[in-house]
């Protein structure tokens, strides 16, 4: 079913859009996780189905590869794919250097492994996911099962000493049961609130046993896409040290926003 989109919804929607015209035909893309790359799967599989792009499509979460079969985009794995020519997916944070916190839809292990095997990435996101110092959201670490609890408490000690305003470490959940990743892990959601360091931050988490990949992505992120509720869309490349606004028309009626779950 169709539904109104709220102001974000739009933003997202328009920043999804955009990204897919830096696909083209023959490419092997990665497919990122969320409710913004969700839009950015539909959009590419109208342009499949409309103009006869022919892509193959790496999805980073099992909800994506349902969503992107439903599509009509031929899906592959990455090991069928081996190397990628553009990843496009969300983030829940992005900084000045497109320095990122990923992970908030459980799925930053793929994301990561995905996004790195790519010539490039892009980040599709609102205006509001932009802040000065990464930390204000709780940055997940996809964790082993076994011993978890220790697990935690090493992460806990060497938070110590680092550059962070907090370092309440909770477990996500999923209703009464501890929420389990596609690849059977659990996360574990550090509130540090600020993040002063994000690159030592990454190398020093995952040197934690138990840990098996931290959400911080770091000189991963080519371009960020900044959708805006009005259709204004930004696009910035730190690599070139460009940016660059367009206006999108936001579609009345769209087939692209039936069934909207993610
Ligand atoms: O990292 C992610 C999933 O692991 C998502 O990209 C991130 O949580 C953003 O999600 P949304 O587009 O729904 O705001």
């Given at each position: 079913m169709?539904r109104?989109?709220?102001?974000?919804?739009k933003a997202?929607?328009v920043?999804?859009?955009?990204a897919?015209?830096?696909?083209e035909?023959?490419?092997?893309?990665?497919l990122?996780?969320g409710?913004?790359?969700?839009?950015m799967?539909?959009c590419l599989?109208?342009?499949?189905q409309q103009?006869g792009?022919?892509?193959r499509?790496v999805?980073t979460?099992?909800?994506?590869?349902?969503l992107?079969?439903?599509v009509g985009?031929d899906?592959v794995?990455l090991?069928?794919?081996?190397?990628?020519?553009?990843t496009?997916?969300?983030a829940d944070?992005?900084?000045?250097?497109?320095?990122?916190?990923k992970g908030?839809g459980g799925?930053h292990l793929?994301?990561?492994?995905v996004a790195?095997a790519?010539?490039q990435m892009i980040?599709?996101?609102?205006?509001?996911?932009?802040v000065e110092?990464?930390g204000?959201?709780?940055l997940p670490?996809?964790?082993?099962r076994?011993?978890?609890?220790?697990t935690q408490a090493?992460?806990g000690e060497?938070?110590?000493g680092m550059?962070v305003l907090?370092?309440?470490?909770t477990?996500?959940m999923?209703?009464d049961a501890?929420?389990?990743?596609d690849?059977?892990?659990?996360i574990l959601?550090l509130?540090?609130k600020r993040?002063?360091n994000?690159?030592?931050m990454?190398?020093?988490?995952?040197?934690?046993?138990?840990?098996?990949?931290?959400g911080?992505?770091i000189d991963?992120c080519?371009?960020?896409?900044?959708?805006h509720?009005?259709g204004r869309v930004?696009?910035r490349?730190?690599?070139?040290?460009t940016?660059?606004?367009?206006?999108?028309?936001?579609?009345?009626?769209?087939?692209l926003f039936?069934?909207?779950?993610?």
């Amino acid at each position: 079913m169709s539904r109104e989109l709220s102001p974000i919804d739009k933003a997202k929607f328009v920043a999804a859009r955009r990204a897919v015209d830096f696909v083209e035909d023959g490419m092997r893309v990665g497919l990122g996780t969320g409710s913004t790359a969700a839009f950015m799967v539909r959009c590419l599989g109208e342009r499949v189905q409309q103009e006869g792009l022919r892509i193959r499509g790496v999805p980073t979460s099992s909800r994506t590869a349902a969503l992107a079969r439903e599509v009509g985009i031929d899906v592959v794995t990455l090991d069928e794919a081996r190397w990628l020519d553009l990843t496009i997916d969300g983030a829940d944070e992005f900084d000045g250097d497109l320095n990122l916190i990923k992970g908030g839809g459980g799925a930053h292990l793929q994301e990561k492994i995905v996004a790195t095997a790519s010539d490039q990435m892009i980040v599709i996101t609102d205006a509001a996911k932009e802040v000065e110092t990464l930390g204000a959201f709780p940055l997940p670490v996809e964790v082993i099962r076994f011993g978890w609890r220790a697990t935690q408490a090493l992460i806990g000690e060497v938070l110590v000493g680092m550059d962070v305003l907090g370092r309440d470490i909770t477990l996500r959940m999923n209703g009464d049961a501890p929420y389990v990743t596609d690849e059977g892990n659990h996360i574990l959601d550090l509130h540090l609130k600020r993040i002063g360091n994000p690159r030592q931050m990454a190398m020093v988490l995952n040197q934690v046993a138990g840990v098996v990949e931290n959400g911080l992505f770091i000189d991963i992120c080519d371009r960020v896409i900044v959708g805006h509720g009005d259709g204004r869309v930004e696009t910035r490349d730190i690599n070139e040290g460009t940016s660059e606004e367009v206006r999108l028309e936001f579609p009345e009626e769209s087939n692209l926003f039936n069934d909207l779950t993610d």
